[in-house]
């Protein structure tokens, strides 16, 4: 018995540092819910096992098996903290340097050592030499690009770090850039009459940095970037108007970036195709250039791994550029408005009639709804055409490059799915929980396009009560418009998620994988999905059957009460790669 204890320890701890949690709840985006459940760590310290903890912790970091680094750092910061096992405490600390690549994950260790520590007073030996050693082990550059790239965190920052812990230099370049911090570049440079070179190289680089930050020429300010490899953290807000500046950046910007800086970009007209009478701005080309270029590097995409789903939400928020409706996000989902051109206020699209019936959610007509539907379906084919005429080749860019992604970073399980969905019409175009600019439509789709494309047996069928299968096309555009022609009128209707594993056993059909995936209240029919996936496998001698049920705008689901089975409370870049582990074993392992 107590060895199973100190297993289930292990394994609780190992999905803790992979998720953010030891339970059977997946909440997506960004949540301090790992703060309040059970701590796995404190356990196999008690246990004697505080070194086999800390060398999980090692492991999951370097072969980066974390969708979530908080929780990582959090019980880095306890085993910091354990007072009672100075192996363990000492083991901690020399890991701090290898998780905390940046002073963005040192901050918020030193978060949560402070949170753990809040019954003693000061700063120990340990952690002031850890903080110095942190410090002096960098490059002095990499150290001064640091104090001025990421100069807070949260409420820490560098001056503070260097008061609190007494770092004390390794060198005359660490001690220059700690009296920069503390006292100003004017007065560290005073100190030094005779500089060195190594001094006098930190000295033009934090000029560049004060130039850069104090300028309003973004040419002069952009030759500064490309001379001293500058990020776009120096770069102040006024500056990113400047076309100058956005060209420099690219020059060594990630794909990923790239990606994420597409909406900025078009905003300010950076990625337009003039029509033929207008003169093309040879900045704005060569920016196109560099844009373009990036996202046809497949051997980047797939060395960054980007994720497919990462790709797609990078496309929407660019297709969203071109709407003439704003969207504010608020709960699960969120409300549209149209911006009034007279004022540049928000008023609402809906008419006051319009807005009486909303208040009667179940008294609304399948043909009132069908041309809600049909508006939002026009407004959707709107942005799209505009995203593709204001730069065809950009649009087609960065669809081959989910092509790529799909190919190169998805991994195949080998296993039998069937994918059992169910959107409401309601819902066409609401965000959903963990990612406010895609739809439940495109998530599901996404989902079965993926599936379609990787492995070798996926099914896929519509739920309400009950299930009917699908056809099952093989483009991403075609899929969405099979599942939006099955969309119910609203989300009050019976959804029953045990609905898939019990037309699985009636159809006698063998699944390694049921995945669920729900825009709706999800209602409990005759039988729990956790009893009906026992009896499943039992009956069809299938002990392994796992289950995934994602309420793509659900806050909490409580559906897996049985093991092998997964609740996941919306979506979000992360999701896939939390099913795949759990679809493959590797949830509670390393």
Not at 222 to 246: D, F, N, Q, R, T
Not at 385 to 404: C, G, M, S, T
Not at 500 to 505: E, G
Request: charged letters at 25%; hydrophobic letters at 35%.
């Amino acid at each position: 018995m107590a060895n199973e204890h100190i297993s289930n320890s292990k394994e609780r701890l190992i999905r803790f540092l992979k998720t953010g949690t030891d339970k059977s709840f997946f909440l997506p985006g960004k949540n301090k819910h790992f703060q309040y459940v059970g701590n796995a760590m404190t356990q196999m310290i008690n246990d004697g096992r505080g070194l086999e903890a800390v060398e999980c912790i090692k492991k999951v970091h370097s072969e980066k098996l974390f969708l979530k680094l908080d929780p990582m750092l959090m019980f880095l910061a306890l085993a910091c903290h354990s007072n009672n096992d100075m192996a363990v405490k000492k083991a901690a600390y020399a890991l701090v340097e290898i998780v905390c690549e940046t002073p963005v994950e040192l901050f918020k260790w030193l978060k949560q050592v402070k949170t753990c520590s809040q019954l003693t007073k000061g700063i120990g030996r340990g952690l002031r030499s850890t903080v110095s050693n942190w410090y002096n082990s960098k490059d002095p550059m990499q150290v001064a690009e640091f104090v001025t790239r990421y100069k807070n965190v949260g409420n820490w920052s560098h001056k503070d770090v260097f008061r609190l812990c007494h770092v004390k230099p390794a060198n005359d370049s660490i001690a220059f850039i700690i009296k920069v911090v503390c006292k100003g570049l004017k007065s560290a440079t005073e100190a030094y009459k005779e500089p060195s070179a190594d001094i006098q190289k930190l000295i033009t680089y934090f000029e560049a940095v004060d130039f850069v930050r104090h300028t309003e020429d973004g040419f002069a300010a952009a030759m500064k970037l490309e001379e001293m490899e500058l990020h776009k953290e120096h770069i102040p807000v006024s500056l990113l108007s400047s076309k100058e500046i956005w060209n420099s950046l690219l020059l060594n910007m990630p794909v990923g970036e790239v990606l994420s800086s597409l909406p900025a970009l078009s905003r300010r007209g950076f990625l337009t195709v003039p029509d033929g009478k207008a003169q093309e701005d040879p900045i704005v080309r060569e920016i196109c250039h560099k844009v373009l270029q990036r996202l046809k590097d497949s051997e980047a995409i797939e060395k960054e791994k980007i994720s497919p789903y990462f790709i797609y939400i990078a496309i929407r928020n660019y297709v969203h550029v071109f709407s003439e409706v704003k969207t504010y996000h608020h709960g699960k989902g969120g409300s549209r408005k149209r911006e009034n051109p007279s004022n540049n206020g928000p008023v609402s699209s809906s008419s006051p009639s319009q807005g009486k019936k909303k208040k009667r959610k179940g008294r609304k007509t399948e043909e009132g709804q069908g041309d809600a539907m049909t508006t939002e379906k026009k407004e959707e084919a709107g942005m799209t055409a505009k995203a593709r005429a204001n730069n065809p080749e950009l649009y087609d860019a960065i669809h081959d490059a989910f092509k790529v992604a799909v190919e190169k970073n998805t991994s195949t399980t080998g296993k039998s799915y069937l994918l059992a969905v169910k959107t409401a019409g309601s819902e066409f175009q609401k965000g959903i929980r963990g990612t406010p600019s895609i739809s439940a439509l495109e998530v599901m789709s996404l989902m079965a396009t993926i599936l379609k494309n990787k492995e070798r047996n996926v099914d896929l069928g519509f739920f309400t009560a009950t299930l009917s299968p699908m056809k099952f096309p093989s483009e991403l555009d075609n899929i969405i418009e099979e599942i939006y022609s099955r969309a119910v009128p609203d989300l009050t209707l019976a959804c029953d998620p045990a609905a898939p594993v019990t037309w699985a056993l009636e159809k006698k059909k063998p699944y390694d994988v049921f995945l669920v995936m729900s825009d709706g209240a999800e209602t409990l029919g005759e039988d729990s999905p956790a009893s009906k996936l026992l009896e499943y496998r039992q009956q069809m001698n299938l002990p392994d059957t796992k289950m995934v049920l994602c309420g793509l705008a659900a806050p909490k689901l409580d559906f897996a009460q049985a093991s092998g089975m997964l609740d996941i409370g919306g979506f979000d870049a992360t999701v896939p790669s939390l099913i795949h582990q759990f679809i493959t074993g590797k949830l509670d392992t390393l």
